[in-house]
């Protein structure tokens, strides 16, 4: 069985995306992060079968928010490395893993 770590970065990153939905709506922030934290557990079944970047890193859309989980697979480990908006500049998301 796999198992999954997030970075700082990716805590960092469903942060921002919590504040910033539950800014629009109330407990809006709370069903982002049970949406994502699900995507994200998913990973222990799905890990590795996702499109890869340029950069080496696996990425899953989110299934109910535009964002999208880049992560790498290390024998048994899946490291989350970022949980991006898909909304933002494709340039700012390449800048991010460089």
Do not use: C, W
Not at 50 to 68: C, D, E, N, S, W
């Amino acid at each position: 069985m796999k198992h999954i770590r997030l970075s700082l970065r990716a805590e960092q990153d469903l942060e921002k995306g919590f504040a910033f939905y539950e800014h629009q709506q109330i407990k809006l922030g709370y069903y982002f992060l049970d949406s994502l934290k699900a995507d994200i557990d998913s990973l222990v079944i799905k890990a590795g079968v996702h499109q890869v970047t340029k950069l080496g890193y696996f990425v899953m859309i989110a299934r109910r928010f535009p964002y999208a989980i880049y992560y790498r697979v290390e024998q048994d480990l899946v490291l989350v490395d970022a949980i991006l908006d898909t909304r933002q500049n494709p340039q700012s998301i390449t800048q991010r893993f460089s």
